[in-house]
């Protein structure tokens, strides 16, 4: 087999990323929005010694699983991957991929709860469009897979509907007032990235606006835009500098242009200020049912909690009713400030914030003698530090620890680890933070080994 070459194959798996997977001669090939059940002609883009990529060339007989993607922009926008699998087939497939990453990788075979999926369109709360000058034309959209092209997506289904307006909106002011766009390569031009959270539950909106600047020329002209938009949920406008050559989104400063500097939602009961660079779990809805989930994990009536990745504080202020104490650590500052204020505003005086690394706070708080009763872990993709699991689980050893993950296959070996350690992964449940993309977050209860305890 070579690259162009067009092979019959039957689809008999689908990856989490929305690829099918066929055999030949004992070769596997990825085939790019294929699913299980697919007979497709394939055409090989790549051959490599293990396996091979292929895209669909024709699609012989479609699977029963297979649906209308419903998306322009599909999948040429790297943002979904499951849209041509109806949701059911998709949550199977998620909640295969994390056990089957638990069991191959960690070693662990916990018990499973069904994974919980609600809305598909619209559940986004927050969306970050990419500004970009191609060939002269100006794109507002998302990357596509793997690369800095700028994909327009006027209508992507995954945001409220009124962010796509704003977008279109925007796009407007920009060509009206000639405001030069930022170039990656050449590191010049003013506008990086336009940038909306909504908070589902008040309605209020948040537009961030990223620039290689510091300021906006017509700025009042663009509040004024905004506000035709969104009108009274409009709560704050901030300018975002960002004058670094880099790919990381947001710079460290921003500037209020309208309203307030943050906004604010409502999230399992508990009020949540949110700041444009504090983290915000993306889905409202289905985050509530994760953190009902972790409260049932922890059981942390009367208990001491260390919530470590705490961003704005959210899970551990979720139980801070019945907690005896809330310990917080996170490492944005402006996060750390938004968990103190969190704390105070909604009358929580047993809760407490640290900034810091995880690691090196978590050791801080062993060497003052701090001793939860229960530890919440919720690292970004790269999982916990080694360190740091040695820390929970040999210098706390507390009894019982939560994990939660955005990522399987770093959490399952960080559930191997903490197994070497003496914790069993007992139960595990998954939820859809991310329907239509090839992300599932996954929550798991870790106990003590008896013979430890
Ligand atoms: N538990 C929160 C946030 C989870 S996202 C919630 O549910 O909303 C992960 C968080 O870890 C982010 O806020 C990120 O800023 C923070 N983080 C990343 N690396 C860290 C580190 N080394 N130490 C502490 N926090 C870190």
């Known amino acids: 087999m070579k690259k162009n070459d067009i092979v019959n194959l039957k689809i008999i798996d689908t990856t989490l990323q929305g690829a099918g997977v066929g055999k030949i001669d004992g070769l596997t090939v990825f085939v790019d929005s294929a699913v299980t059940g697919d007979e497709v002609e394939a055409h090989i883009l790549k051959v490599k010694p293990n396996c091979a990529f292929a895209k669909i060339h024709s699609i012989i007989t479609p699977s029963k699983n297979r649906v209308d993607a419903a998306c322009l922009s599909y999948p040429k926008c790297g943002g979904c991957s499951f849209r041509h699998i109806d949701y059911k087939t998709e949550l199977l497939i998620k909640e295969n991929n ?92 003013l506008i990086r990235h336009i940038y909306f959270r909504k908070a589902v ?76 660079l504090s983290f915000y ?77 995880a690691a090196k706070a978590a050791e801080k708080l062993k060497n003052d003698g701090i001793k939860p009763d229960v530890i919440i872990v919720d690292p970004p993709r790269k999982g916990c530090d080694a360190e740091l699991i040695a820390t929970i689980t040999q210098d706390f050893a507390p009894d019982r620890v939560v994990y939660v993950s ?24 998954t939820f859809d933070m991310f329907p239509r993309t090839g992300h599932v977050e996954t929550i798991v209860c870790l106990n003590k080994q008896l013979f430890q305890q």
């Open 281 to 357: 779990q993306v889905n409202h809805d289905v985050a509530e049912k994760l953190y009902e989930k972790a409260a049932e994990y922890a059981e942390p009536d009367g208990k001491t909690v260390l919530d470590l990745y705490c961003g704005a504080g959210t899970i551990g202020l979720s139980m801070a009713e019945s907690a005896k104490k809330i310990i917080g650590v996170e490492i944005i500052p402006e996060a750390v400030t938004d968990a103190k204020h969190n704390a105070i505003e909604n009358g929580f005086e047993n809760a407490e914030f640290f900034c810091g690394d």
């Open 406 to 429: 955005c990522d399987p296959a770093t959490l399952a070996r960080d559930c191997r680890l903490f197994k070497e350690h003496g914790y069993d992964t007992v139960k595990a449940a």
């Open 98 to 189: 994390v056990k089957n990453n638990l069991k191959r990788i960690g070693g662990v075979d916990p018990e499973f709860e069904p994974i919980v999926g609600l809305a598909t369109v619209g559940y986004r709360n927050k969306a970050q469009y990419p500004v970009s000058l191609e060939k002269g034309e100006l794109k507002i959209g998302f990357f596509a897979g793997h690369s800095h092209r700028v994909i327009d997506c006027p209508d992507c289904a995954l945001q409220p509907t009124e962010f796509s307006k704003a977008v279109a909106v925007f796009k407007e002011f920009l060509l009206k007032n000639n405001i030069s766009i930022y170039d990656e390569e050449t590191h010049k031009g």
């Open 201 to 276: 539950v008040t309605g209020e909106i948040m537009v961030c606006l990223v620039v290689n600047g510091d300021s906006l020329p017509k700025s009042d002209e663009f509040v004024e835009q905004m506000k035709s938009v969104f009108r009274d949920d409009l709560k704050s406008v901030v300018l975002n500098v960002n004058k670094d050559k880099t790919n990381v989104i947001m710079g460290q400063k921003c500037v209020t242009l309208y309203g307030d500097d943050h906004i604010t939602d409502i999230l399992c009961g508990v009020k949540v200020r949110i700041n444009p």
